[in-house]
């Protein structure tokens, strides 16, 4: 399999560092991801399986234990599927959906702007296709309704003769929109994952594993993977009816696992247990090329490759937000549900071309948002939340900018954008450890906000302009304590030691094993000690690409991404063939025509400024 350095495990405390490495260029201590316990572990896999090391390495790293092992290489929804039921008013949402199917009952669907928003709304969509029927899908203006139902467009779907709305990736909170429902004769199921309130909608049904009555234990699926529970149910319910026959088989649900998985990475959710099943068969089946609309979006991204979780959340998504972001919030919906050939073309170029103004306009922002904050660091070094605000920046973009501020400055981000009645849009992101949500609903609660909420990653606020000097201190005051807590223990975490002659396509398909990886199963990170940095040099938007020469002569390409501008793409820049500590993770790329394997860099060392451990 080539050459793998066998550099010990070390004790995993704050005392140890995994290469001697306690500060690289971007101020992380390395450290090896797996304790004395797993490392126990990963033995045990690797010789009651008869497994390469490094395998059971990655494994026991990700909590898999020597019995879950079979599971954890072949995810399967068969095997990890709960009973639908043991979700708080599942059997009621599938009893109603199954009744409105079997009368033909007019249906809307409500959705969110976003990637399980719309992927959810498809899904829904497709089963009563699948079934002879037709559902109308309304998905809110980002820029003129915001997030979650409203009552003036509930109203509106009532008007238009629905008699069932369901709501996907929203509606929790919607208590007040969602009650002019009833009134008007129409019933509403609500399918969600994001955190309730106390007070919840008087509807048919509320199925929100996140819901604080609910014991299902599934709070980490996205809506797309709750609403997948919902179609199951309700097939079993129409089972029960005798729906099904010889001439009218029941649908292929596992057909609809392209969305599911595609909403799951896109989402943000842990790719552990159900979740890594959905997305290992979601891309198993996006593989088919059988939704009309993925297959006309990848053709117009230029994806001529099997996708990869990388590409579910790098190509694909941004393009089916951008409509969310600065176009028609319905398209990506449309895209995902139509069986239209024609139609999914014209959407997919469409999305495309917003994808390509998206970009532009996130850039602008982005370079001034981390403009502002340079100053508040260069203020106040601890702070331990970044809250930047703007004139006449896009509130579609927010949310992508406060992720690149994350990324760039490692602590939670708050990006707001004025508009000119005094108000305020802004999106969050966090670090591991820092719940935001908690804190944005707490903001709520206090008074400093117009509306907000969210989950622990990631959360969005309305606040009026008066009130946001007091929502600067409230946060940071909150967030404090467990910000430098969380940025003290801060460390990158390392699977073990490589050299460029042991990256072959059998050393990744190993990895592969592993996968579906994302958050909550991080890509393995490896590695390579020493390594000369050669032929180094800027490409594109602020990439640095290079090659890593071991002592062996062997070599490696690899790439950092957004980084010429900072502390990691200067040092590769001014590396001048000396040799540097790399650690990253790898990946196949087909650049040129030409497939190969290279290293996606995370960070570097100088090896001659580490103390040896």
């Known amino acids: 399999m080539g050459a793998v350095h066998k550099i010990q495990p070390e004790p995993h405390d704050h005392c140890d560092a995994y290469l001697g ?25 690797s010789q009651r399986h008869g497994l390469p090391e490094m395998l059971g390495r990655v494994l026991a790293s990700r909590g898999v234990s020597i019995d879950q092992v079979t599971t954890a290489l072949d995810p399967t929804v068969r095997a990890l599927m709960p009973d639908p039921s043991t979700v708080r008013d599942m059997d009621k949402a599938a009893v109603r959906l199954a009744q409105a199917i079997a009368a033909g009952e007019p249906i809307a669907v409500f959705g969110d702007y976003d990637v399980d928003g719309a992927c959810s709304a498809a899904l829904v969509q497709r089963f009563l296709a699948a079934h002879g029927h037709q559902a109308r899908i309304y998905i809110p203006d980002r820029m003129t309704e915001g997030y979650g139902p409203n009552r003036e467009a509930i109203e509106g779907l009532v008007r238009e003769g629905s008699r069932l709305i369901v709501t996907v990736d929203c509606g929790t909170t919607g208590v007040e929109a969602l009650g002019a429902a009833a009134p008007l004769g129409a019933d509403v199921i609500i399918v969600d994952h994001h955190q309730a309130g106390e007070r919840l909608p008087e509807v048919v049904a509320i199925v929100n594993p996140n819901r604080h009555d609910d014991l299902s234990g599934l709070g980490n699926l996205c809506a797309a993977g709750v609403t997948f529970l919902l179609l199951v149910a309700t097939m079993r319910e129409l089972r029960q009816r005798g729906t099904y026959s010889c001439d009218t088989p029941a649908p292929d649900l596992l057909a609809l696992l392209d969305l599911v998985g595609l909403a799951t990475v896109c989402d943000v959710v842990p790719l552990q247990g159900l979740n890594r099943a959905y997305v290992a068969k979601g891309l198993q089946a996006m593989r088919g090329r059988r939704n009309i609309g993925l297959r006309a979006l990848a053709d117009a991204a230029g994806l001529a490759v099997a996708p990869t979780p990388y590409h579910l959340g790098f190509v694909l998504g941004p393009r089916i937000n951008a409509g969310g972001r600065i176009g028609d919030a319905a398209l990506g919906a449309r895209l995902l549900a139509t069986g239209d050939a024609m139609e999914a073309q014209r959407i997919a170029v469409l999305l495309d071309k917003l994808n390509r103004e998206r970009k532009a306009i996130e850039a602008r922002i982005v370079e001034e948002a981390a403009a502002s904050a340079d100053r508040l660091l260069e203020a106040d070094p601890e702070l331990p939340l970044l809250v930047v605000a703007g004139e006449g920046w896009h509130k579609g973009v ?53 509306k907000g909420g969210g989950h622990a990653m990631a959360a969005g606020l309305t606040v009026e302009r008066t009130s946001f000097d007091a929502l600067q201190i409230f946060l940071r005051a909150r967030l404090g304590a467990v910000a430098r807590a969380s940025h003290a223990a801060h460390a990158l975490a390392i699977d073990g030691a490589l050299t460029p002659a042991a990256v072959n396509e059998e050393f990744l ?56 501008d900072q502390p990691l793409g200067q040092a590769l820049l001014a590396s001048s063939g000396m040799p540097l500590h790399v650690a990253g993770h790898l990946r196949r790329d087909t650049w040129g025509g030409r497939d190969r394997h290279e290293l996606v860099i995370e960070d570097v060392a100088n090896p001659r400024a580490q103390r040896p451990t």
């Not at 991801?33 to 490392?39: F, T």
């Not at 592993?514 to 490896?526: E, H, L, S, T, V």
């Open 21 to 45: 490495v306690h500060a690289s260029v971007r101020g992380f201590a390395w450290r090896d991801r797996l304790d004395a316990g797993a490392a126990k572990t990963a033995v045990a896999i």
């Open 398 to 450: 927010v949310g992508l900018v406060a992720s690149r501020l994350t990324e760039r400055f490692r602590r939670p981000a708050c990006v707001i954008a004025w508009e000119e009645a005094g108000l305020g849009t802004g999106s969050l992101r966090s670090v591991d450890g820092i719940d935001i949500g908690a804190a944005v609903r707490a903001a709520v609660q206090a008074g400093h906000l117009t």
């Open 509 to 564: 398909d190993l990895m592969d094993r592993a996968g579906p990886y994302g958050q909550g199963n991080p890509q393995p990170r490896f590695a390579f000690p020493a390594h000369r940095v050669k032929f180094a040099k800027t490409v594109g938007e602020a990439h640095v690409r290079c090659v890593l020469e071991a002592g062996d002569g062997s070599r490696l390409d690899a790439v950092a991404f957004r980084v010429a």
